[in-house]
């Protein structure tokens, strides 16, 4: 009997015992659970503060430059800057944003931390006007304004710096080696998350609509290059925009559901574009003549300047004229 | 015979409890594989995180779809309009396309290949390129562009 009443005791603790392990296990799970979304949110979403952004993004550009070269053509540079700089002003976020030129035939644009945008030469001798040059660039400046690079490498979480929380050092040495060479490769292998590319182009496109440009620049820009034919030099050309963004069709389709939002009443300043962006800047012989060659001074009388007609307008294979120089033209051939 | 039925009892009573243990204890595995879940998940994109939704609270469960699915490769051409290349003469065609290979992805060699002195140099200048806010002004304004600038926004 004694025995019988020591098994129903046992009993009765065992069904409490296993009641009270349940609830324990559920809370804990439920904490544990939370406390695994709050380190993945918190590992995503902590930004970098702006002296970390200015470090990786600088040094990540030391190796863009490494892989395709600076293109230095003081006007050119000037002028990128100045499209960049009128559409960056449109973006919230206070970063101090740099333009510059790859040396390269492949048509591309690359953003980096840091407000580091890179546009090629092999884009900017496809683009067509000021406007098409401003969507472009101003689709790099969203994905800087909203930290689309730095979400990915802190998602993917590959070296230690990416992996800790709120950090608040800089990093340094191998650290800040490896860490711009995963910069690197996410931008030039790596497809950006499709949510993050189209709201690249959204922003984007309000930041160019809002600076005063004609709002369908990018969205020519890419229908231009969805019309280029799969030849050997195109895809060599072209590859590198495709691995890493989607379609351009697609985009297209997409920027064109967006446009029905904005007036059509932008600059699209084709003449200016060409005006800058000429063949004769283009060519490293000529750049080269023009450095060497001592500047004419545009208001002695009788001096003759070589020139070239580009996009309507005259372009100076040398210098510039002051606004308002009179001249009489001599066409050659 | 009373003490083999209490053997039997005491038996039985036992063998309920090591069961409980067990239950207990393959209650308590989600949770203990939930939390390696991050680790297992690198080198997903934000895309595929919310394309999995409410999957990710149950780990154990996969996402409907493969997340790389919508990201399939499109065909990038299409039409008959030609590239222009920056190229004009010999002098510069050297400096084509360094870094690609004929489909135009970078080789990995220069992926991997650290940068010199010189280019430091070079982002170094980038970095401190500044367009004076007079010209800045100035061009806005010969382009009949906006003068006004975004209000400035807190961090995100």
Redesign the interface.
Do not use: C, M
């Given at each position: 009997m004694r025995?019988?009443k020591f098994?129903f005791l046992?009993?009765v603790s065992?069904i409490v015992?296993?009641s009270a392990?349940?609830q324990l296990?559920d809370a804990?799970?439920k904490a544990?659970?939370n406390a695994?979304k709050a380190?993945?949110v918190a590992?995503?979403y902590t930004?970098w503060s702006a002296e970390q952004e200015?470090v990786i993004?600088?040094?990540s550009?030391?190796?863009l430059?490494?892989?395709?070269?600076?293109y230095e053509n003081q006007d050119m540079?000037?002028y990128v800057?100045?499209v960049g700089?009128?559409v960056a002003?449109?973006?919230?976020?206070?970063v101090p944003y740099?333009f510059?030129i790859l040396?390269?035939?492949?048509?591309t644009a690359v953003s980096l931390p840091?407000g580091?945008v890179f546009i090629t030469?092999?884009a900017?001798?496809?683009i067509h006007s000021?406007s098409e040059l401003a969507g472009t660039l101003a689709h790099e400046v969203a994905h800087i304004d909203?930290?689309h690079l730095e979400?990915?490498i802190r998602?993917?979480?590959?070296s230690q710096f990416a992996k800790e929380e709120t950090v608040s050092r800089i990093p340094q040495g191998a650290e800040l080696?490896n860490l711009s060479?995963e910069v690197?490769?996410n931008a030039?292998?790596l497809?950006?998350?499709?949510?993050?590319e189209t709201e690249a182009d959204q922003v984007g496109l309000d930041f160019s609509a809002?600076?005063?440009?004609d709002a369908a620049g990018l969205r020519n820009f890419l229908q231009?290059?969805?019309?280029?034919?799969?030849?050997?030099?195109?895809?060599?050309?072209?590859?590198?925009?495709?691995?890493t963004h989607?379609?351009?069709?697609?985009r297209v389709a997409t920027l064109n559901s967006l446009l029905a939002k904005y007036p059509n009443n932008g600059?699209l300043?084709q003449d200016?574009y060409s005006w800058y962006v000429n063949?004769?800047n283009?060519?490293?012989?000529?750049q080269?003549t023009a450095a060497a060659a001592p500047t004419r001074a545009p208001s002695a009388g009788g001096a003759e300047l070589d020139g070239i007609v580009s996009g309507g307008m005259i372009v100076l294979q040398s210098g510039r004229l002051a606004e308002g120089t009179k001249v009489k033209i001599r066409v050659v051939e | 015979m009373k003490n083999a039925k209490?053997r039997l009892?005491?038996f039985s009573?036992t063998i309920?409890?090591m069961g409980?243990g067990s239950?207990?204890a393959i209650?308590?595995q989600?949770?203990g594989n939930?939390?390696s879940?991050?680790g297992q998940q690198?080198?997903?994109?934000?895309?595929?995180?919310?394309k999995q939704g409410k999957d990710n609270?149950d780990p154990n469960h996969p996402p409907a779809k493969p997340p790389n699915d919508?990201?399939k490769?499109?065909?990038?051409?299409?039409?008959?309009?030609?590239?222009?290349?920056?190229?004009?003469?010999?002098?510069?065609a050297s400096?084509?396309?360094?870094?690609?290979d004929?489909?135009?992805?970078?080789a990995k060699s220069?992926?991997?290949?650290?940068?010199?002195g010189a280019?430091?140099a070079?982002?170094?200048t980038?970095?401190s390129?500044k367009?004076d806010p007079a010209?800045?002004n100035k061009?806005?304004q010969?382009?009949?562009?906006?003068p006004n600038?975004?209000?400035?926004?807190s961090?995100?």
């Open positions: 025995t019988l098994t046992l009993l065992g015992s296993y392990h349940a296990g804990i799970r544990q659970n695994s380190k993945r590992n995503i930004p200015r993004g600088e040094a550009a030391a190796k430059i490494n892989i395709f070269g600076l540079v000037k800057n100045l700089g009128t002003r449109q973006a919230g976020r206070n740099h510059a040396d390269t035939e492949v048509v840091g580091f030469r092999g900017l001798a496809n000021e909203r930290r979400k990915e998602s993917q979480k590959a080696v060479g690197i490769r030039l292998t497809q950006v998350s499709r949510d993050k809002k600076a005063g440009y231009f290059l969805s019309q280029v034919p799969a030849s050997g030099e195109n895809r060599k050309q072209l590859g590198l925009w495709g691995s989607p379609p351009f069709n697609e600059q300043l200016r063949p004769l283009f060519s490293k012989a000529i080269a | 209490t009892i005491v009573v309920f409890l409980t239950a207990l209650f308590q989600p949770a939930q939390q879940q991050p690198q080198g997903q994109t934000d895309e595929q995180k919310k609270q919508d990201s490769p499109a065909p990038l051409f299409g039409g008959t309009v030609n590239l222009k290349s920056s190229r004009q003469t010999k002098d510069s400096l084509g396309f360094n870094g690609v004929p489909n135009g992805q970078v220069f992926l991997t290949a650290s940068p010199t280019d430091a070079k982002a170094q980038v970095a390129y367009v010209e800045l061009f806005i010969d382009g009949s562009l906006n600038a975004a209000p400035q926004k961090d995100n």
